[in-house]
């Protein structure tokens, strides 16, 4: 069976059709062989968002943005979505108007509500709100950094304006003649330090005999220390103390007058007999010296004993008080 040329001819003009059709519908980002469903959603500002925008759920696009009208009478703006069916929502879903970057433009995301098993139908409305983007998030930080940067511009430019009130052409000259005798003196230091430096580099041979003789002091010391603490000083401390107590004993015993010693030291008649035996006892030695035949006379031919003849004058006498 022979096919004709026309009906060759309009089952390629009724394919052209539908290719064109099935390409316009493909440019608009709505796949012919899907099924999808229509839903409402009203904002206040829709924040720049564009028709064919994406709608996504998790992340994942299933639908986008059909259009967007006004309302001539409220001025709220009605947006028109295009959702598959193969991902049902339930009627208490909320579509938010978000940014994905800084580039990407506004897009429409879908948070579903799980609890609700309600399905949304074809045509119903959804509720909608807007989150804040990163530009909106930015800008909000922008805003108050701005505000401090004209109070501080502010600030400086008042600063700046004393500064000059200040600096007249007498605060100027001043100012620089400051400065100039600051190098001077910067310029002197420089000197000193090189002075110094000179001064190091030809004393190094007895720089260095003196931190030598003060390491051999040091070195020594700690020979000397450690031979204090090899020695037994606690013993010697507590041996020193053991004597320091005796004397002490023996100090109250002579304040108290116990024993010879003490009597001496406190006894007055005791003191005086002491004393007065003493000069007796000198005056005798005295005599025996300047008149000795007094006391031994040896005679060979038997003579009398001379009488005994007191001294004229005592060269010792007794001080009575």
């Keep these: 069976m022979k096919i004709s040329r026309e009906i060759k001819t ?32 009203e904002y206040e500002n829709v924040e720049g968002l564009t028709t064919s925008a994406p709608v996504t759920l998790n992340g994942l696009v299933i639908g986008k943005v059909n259009s967007i009208t006004i309302d001539e009478k409220t001025g709220k703006l009605m947006v028109e979505l295009q959702l ?16 994905p970057g ?24 959804l509720s909608g709100n807007i989150k804040s983007g990163l530009t909106d998030k930015v800008g909000e930080k922008l805003v108050p950094l701005q505000e401090k940067l004209e109070k501080l511009l502010g600030n400086t430019d008042t600063l700046i304006s004393g500064f000059n009130n200040v600096l007249d052409k007498k605060g100027q000259e001043d100012l620089k ?15 000193a330090s090189l002075s110094v430096n000179t001064l190091l580099d030809n004393n190094k041979t007895q720089i260095n005999g003196v931190v030598a003789n003060f390491n051999k002091i040091s070195g ?19 041996n020193l103390n053991s004597t320091l107590a005796k004397v002490d004993v023996i100090m109250t015993g002579l304040q108290s007058g116990k024993g010879s010693m003490g009597k001496l030291l406190n006894d007055d008649a005791f003191y005086e ?29 038997g003579k009398k004993n001379k009488p005994y003849i007191a001294p004229v004058n005592d060269s010792i006498t007794i001080e009575k008080n």
Excluded at 84 to 99: C, G
């Design 84 to 99: 598959k069916t193969d991902f049902p929502i339930s009627k208490t879903s909320i579509a938010s108007i978000y940014e």
């Design 273 to 301: 007999n002491v004393r007065t035996t003493t000069k007796e006892l000198e005056l005798l030695l005295q005599d025996i010296r300047l008149y000795p035949t007094r006391y031994v006379n040896v005679s060979l031919f």
């Design 102 to 125: 800084f580039i990407g433009g506004k897009q429409i995301a879908i948070y579903p509500n799980f609890n609700d098993t309600e399905l949304a139908v074809d045509g119903q409305r």
């Design 10 to 41: 309009a089952i390629l003009v009724i394919a052209s059709i539908l290719l064109f059709i099935w390409g316009y519908s493909f440019l608009k980002g709505r796949d012919l062989f899907s099924n999808y469903k229509t839903f409402y959603v």
């Design 220 to 238: 020594n010391f700690s020979k000397i220390s450690d031979s204090l603490n090899k020695a037994d000083l606690g013993k010697t401390v507590k």
């Design 177 to 191: 003649r400051s400065l100039a005798d600051l190098s001077k003196t910067i310029e002197q230091f420089h000197k």
